[in-house]
């Protein structure tokens, strides 16, 4: 058997070495992919796949591609991914070679994709080493196709017909759920729940569309919201992901009716008091109503307006929108009184409702009233005389503060007949009004200055203990003023035996009382 004598060198202490080693047993050279794993991004225009000699020296190993879920081709094109053509690697005293792989870039999303590099078939004289197959990741630098969902409106018991679109190119599919919500419109009285779910192909941007049925009421309303939400997509992201439904009121439904209220206020001395006029929604509750208003000159007696509280002001004009919000049954509006001190007559003003929104006017005038509570003279000038059981008639004139007479208008003082005594199982000073048997109100319906009363009074009147009073009530309170005994065979005003209820008044004189207008 015949040998072949290779010399191998050892550098040593000891010099120089030789030794025999068998033909048989000599290692081919091995080619191997230098990286197993290769990331790159999808705008380059190649990639360099690199392949290693385990020594420098000739020969050969073919390159080939395939797998993955990126698409390969002879040629970039449409839907192609990279050049997949086999390619031989040379090795010229080489240890190392770079192979370019040709990438083709797209606007398409499509993800992340993989091919597979392969080699086969080395040279005579080499061998393939342990790393054969690498893979290669197309890195997507595309953004991912945007899903919208549109707004519908439509009336109550209309169809309404919602749009889902995509835009951007896409390489795979797509999905993603759609579902409604409630939201001021209520499933199943103001429409019925839509949900399910949509997928596009790849390449696929046709728009979807779906359907939700709204429902007739009997309960008025302004314009009710639904909602449609998009979740859960798959290889896709948002542009809108809520759509809007609105159920416009069809007009078969009653809606609520406004009116406002006659109030009245003690103006007081100084300063400014609040009178609040209510504004009383009837009927369907469910929208907000809203409505204009306007202070106005009233009847007579007028009211003055004015910017601010200045001389001769009685009220501060203004004007607005009042909203009665939905649940609500009433609204205010406050409207700022002057004080002052001058006897004048109750005045009056008005507020006047216009252009209401969801809602109707039933009463669109309201009335306030400045209640004076000034001090005027009430002169119990004269009486009628006549007996315990009457009639006595009386007579009043109201003067200023300064004693002059003053005519008035629409002002009445009320007279009302007590009486103190056992008979009525009172004791002490205790009082009890009776009414009377005829009218009780002195009225100065004129621009005169005086007015009259005729009422009858009852009781025996036959003791001190049953006497009968007839009192002037005319202070904001409704309490007894000022009263005058009427007793047995003398009606006439005379002095008083008790005077717990006021001081005592005769013919002629004049008292100050806080005097009541209506």
Same mark, same amino acid.
């Given at each position: 058997?015949?040998?072949?004598? @290779?010399?191998?060198?050892?550098?040593? #202490?000891?010099?120089?070495?030789?030794?025999?080693?068998?033909?048989?047993?000599?290692?081919?050279?091995?080619?191997?992919?230098?990286?197993?794993?290769?990331?790159?991004?999808?705008?380059?225009?190649?990639?360099?796949?690199?392949?290693?000699?385990?020594?420098?020296?000739?020969?050969?190993?073919?390159? %080939?591609?395939?797998?993955?879920?990126?698409?390969?081709?002879?040629?970039?094109?449409?839907?192609?991914?990279?050049?997949?053509?086999?390619?031989?690697?040379?090795? $010229?005293? %080489?240890?190392?070679?770079?192979?370019?792989?040709?990438?083709?870039?797209?606007?398409?999303?499509?993800?992340?994709?993989?091919?597979?590099?392969?080699?086969?078939?080395?040279?005579?004289?080499?061998? @393939?080493?342990?790393?054969? %197959?690498?893979?290669?990741? @197309?890195?997507?630098?595309?953004?991912?196709?945007?899903?919208?969902?549109?707004?519908?409106?439509?009336?109550?018991? $209309?169809?309404?017909?919602?749009?889902?679109?995509?835009?951007?190119?896409?390489?795979?599919?797509?999905?993603?759920?759609?579902?409604?919500?409630?939201?001021?419109?209520?499933?199943?009285?103001?429409?019925?729940?839509?949900?399910?779910?949509?997928?596009?192909?790849?390449?696929?941007?046709?728009?979807?569309?779906?359907?939700?049925?709204?429902?007739?009421?009997?309960?008025?309303?302004?314009?009710?919201?639904?909602?449609?939400?998009?979740?859960?997509?798959?290889?896709?992201?948002?542009?809108?992901?809520?759509?809007?439904?609105?159920?416009?009121?069809?007009?078969?439904?009653?809606?609520?009716?406004?009116?406002?209220?006659?109030?009245?206020?003690?103006?007081?001395?100084?300063?400014?008091?609040?009178?609040?006029?209510?504004?009383?929604?009837?009927?369907?509750?469910?929208?907000?109503?809203?409505?204009?208003?306007?202070?106005?000159?009233?009847?007579?007696?007028?009211?003055?307006?004015?910017?601010?509280?200045?001389?001769?002001?009685?009220?501060?004009?203004?004007?607005?929108?009042?909203?009665?919000?939905?649940? $609500?049954?009433?609204?205010?509006?406050?409207?700022?009184?002057?004080?002052?001190?001058?006897?004048?007559?109750?005045?009056?003003?008005?507020?006047?409702?216009?252009?209401?929104?969801?809602?109707?006017?039933? =009463?669109?005038?309201?009335?306030?009233?400045?209640?004076?509570?000034?001090?005027?003279?009430?002169?119990?000038?004269?009486?009628?005389?006549?007996?315990?059981?009457?009639?006595?008639?009386?007579?009043?004139? #109201?003067?200023?503060? =300064?004693?002059?007479?003053?005519?008035?208008?629409?002002?009445? #003082?009320?007279?009302?007949?007590?009486?103190?005594?056992?008979?009525?199982?009172?004791?002490?000073? =205790?009082?009890?009004?009776?009414?009377?048997?005829?009218?009780?109100?002195?009225?100065?319906?004129?621009?005169?200055?005086?007015?009259?009363?005729?009422?009858?009074?009852?009781?025996?009147?036959?003791?001190?203990? $049953?006497?009968?009073?007839?009192?002037?009530?005319?202070?904001?309170?409704?309490?007894?003023?000022?009263?005058?005994?009427?007793?047995?065979?003398?009606?006439?005003?005379?002095?008083?035996?008790?005077?717990?209820?006021?001081?005592?008044?005769?013919?002629?004189?004049?008292?100050?009382?806080?005097?009541?207008? #209506?």
């Amino acid at each position: 058997m015949s040998r072949r004598v @290779i010399a191998l060198t050892v550098l040593g #202490v000891l010099g120089v070495a030789w030794a025999v080693v068998p033909a048989h047993g000599l290692t081919k050279p091995t080619v191997s992919l230098k990286n197993g794993n290769t990331n790159i991004s999808e705008n380059a225009t190649s990639v360099l796949i690199t392949v290693v000699r385990s020594s420098k020296g000739n020969g050969s190993v073919m390159m %080939q591609f395939g797998g993955g879920t990126a698409t390969g081709a002879a040629a970039c094109a449409a839907g192609v991914d990279y050049v997949n053509t086999s390619t031989s690697v040379p090795f $010229d005293n %080489q240890s190392q070679v770079n192979v370019p792989v040709t990438l083709c870039p797209d606007s398409d999303y499509e993800g992340n994709e993989t091919f597979l590099v392969q080699l086969t078939a080395p040279s005579s004289g080499l061998s @393939i080493g342990t790393r054969a %197959q690498s893979t290669v990741t @197309i890195q997507d630098n595309d953004p991912k196709p945007a899903l919208s969902i549109d707004d519908q409106s439509g009336t109550e018991g $209309d169809l309404l017909t919602f749009h889902v679109s995509i835009s951007g190119g896409h390489n795979v599919p797509v999905s993603v759920h759609y579902a409604t919500a409630n939201g001021t419109a209520v499933q199943p009285s103001d429409y019925t729940s839509a949900s399910g779910d949509f997928l596009w192909g790849p390449g696929d941007t046709s728009p979807r569309s779906f359907t939700v049925q709204t429902n007739n009421d009997s309960t008025f309303g302004v314009s009710e919201q639904f909602t449609v939400k998009l979740t859960n997509v798959v290889n896709g992201s948002y542009a809108d992901s809520s759509g809007i439904g609105t159920i416009y009121e069809d007009g078969a439904s009653t809606p609520p009716s406004l009116a406002i209220d006659d109030p009245s206020v003690w103006e007081g001395d100084s300063g400014t008091t609040t009178l609040t006029f209510t504004v009383t929604k009837t009927g369907a509750t469910e929208a907000a109503a809203t409505v204009d208003w306007t202070t106005q000159d009233g009847s007579s007696p007028i009211a003055t307006s004015g910017a601010s509280c200045t001389t001769g002001v009685d009220y501060i004009a203004g004007s607005g929108t009042l909203t009665i919000a939905a649940g $609500d049954t009433t609204g205010t509006i406050d409207v700022a009184v002057c004080g002052d001190t001058s006897a004048e007559n109750n005045e009056l003003f008005e507020i006047k409702l216009s252009n209401p929104s969801l809602a109707t006017i039933s =009463d669109d005038i309201g009335v306030g009233t400045i209640k004076d509570n000034e001090v005027v003279g009430l002169d119990l000038s004269s009486g009628t005389p006549g007996n315990a059981t009457g009639p006595v008639t009386v007579t009043a004139a #109201v003067t200023n503060t =300064d004693g002059d007479t003053i005519p008035v208008s629409g002002v009445q #003082v009320r007279f009302e007949q007590y009486r103190h005594g056992s008979t009525l199982g009172l004791s002490g000073s =205790d009082f009890d009004a009776i009414d009377l048997a005829g009218s009780n109100l002195a009225g100065f319906d004129t621009t005169d200055s005086s007015g009259e009363a005729t009422f009858s009074v009852s009781g025996s009147g036959s003791s001190s203990d $049953d006497a009968v009073y007839a009192c002037v009530v005319a202070d904001q309170t409704g309490a007894p003023g000022y009263c005058a005994q009427a007793t047995d065979g003398n009606a006439d005003f005379t002095t008083n035996e008790d005077t717990t209820v006021g001081p005592v008044v005769t013919p002629g004189d004049t008292v100050l009382v806080p005097w009541l207008a #209506v």
